[in-house]
């Protein structure tokens, strides 16, 4: 329940807001733990344990650096492979249409409604793919155009005048390609639970040590810790927009944002 309430705020706030949000509570809240804390340990600021935290604190910021950069990596090779499918998916379209004035003048129209059909049909599918949800008209509009080629095929008086092996390996690229990404919005949903346990518990490790840091001047300690906030308010929205495309892609709900892959498509159309 808590998991699906976040997701949904994540998708439908704007990541400006997003960010904005994170360093106000993180860095905010930082600030406001280091002033409780100097007013009840007023010891703090004398500095007597700093070179005891100066190994500590090393410690924990080469892991928490090492982490962050893990699952970044990680995640960044999950978005790879997703635009990567995006790619073939239009430049296997882009084939396709470049060849079917190759066909009998009767099937050329038929054959390019039936591909406007599916770029529709996948322009509206395209914002629920990250979830792994698909649409049963893009599922139709898909199989419509693959008959479509196959009785176009078939009347051709002189098929060796037409690539049509490579026009139904297009075909089948194209097919394939959005059942990856389908495949990849459904099985790569971002991290673990374990992995956001593991990354708030190193992120407020780093920030904790910086707050204990006995330093005599106020606004020295008080600033560093709010830098200290800011960039582990920042890695937070990193991995966020990584592990959800829709932060990234501005899918906000937006129907006129045509994914790019698509569009090209349907401008080989015109």
Not at 181 to 187: D, I, N, P, S, T
Not at 238 to 251: Q, S, Y
């Amino acid at each position: 329940m808590i998991f699906e309430f976040v997701h949904s705020l994540i998708v439908w706030l704007p990541g400006w807001a997003m960010l904005a949000g994170l360093i106000a509570a993180i860095a905010g809240g930082s600030f406001l733990i280091t002033f409780l804390v100097r007013r009840k340990f007023p010891r703090i600021a004398s500095g007597e344990r700093n070179d005891a935290l100066n190994f500590g604190y090393g410690a924990v910021a080469l892991v928490y650096a090492f982490f962050i950069g893990f699952v970044v990596s990680g995640l960044w090779d999950q978005i790879s492979n997703e635009d990567s499918q995006a790619r073939i998916e239009g430049a296997s379209g882009v084939e396709l249409a470049r060849n079917i004035s190759a066909f009998e003048p009767a099937d050329v129209d038929h054959i390019r409604q039936s591909m406007l059909n599916y770029v529709h049909a996948a322009e509206a599918e395209w914002p629920l793919a990250d979830k792994g949800q698909r649409l049963p008209e893009a599922d139709d509009a898909l199989s419509a155009l693959i008959q479509t080629f196959r009785e176009a095929g078939a009347r051709v008086d002189r098929p060796e005048l037409i690539p049509l092996a490579n026009t139904f390996h297009n075909l089948d690229q194209l097919s394939r390609s959005r059942t990856d990404r389908l495949l990849e919005g459904e099985v790569n949903d971002g991290p673990s639970w374990t992995l956001w346990a593991v990354i708030f518990l190193t992120s407020g490790l780093v920030i904790g040590c910086t707050i204990i840091y006995g330093v005599a001047s106020r606004a020295m300690h008080y600033s560093v810790v709010v830098i200290v906030g800011a960039m582990v308010s920042i890695n937070l929205f990193l991995v966020l927009v990584l592990a959800h495309r829709c932060l990234a892609d501005k899918c906000h709900g937006d129907p006129t944002e045509t994914p790019a892959a698509l569009q090209i498509i349907a401008d080989s159309l015109k």
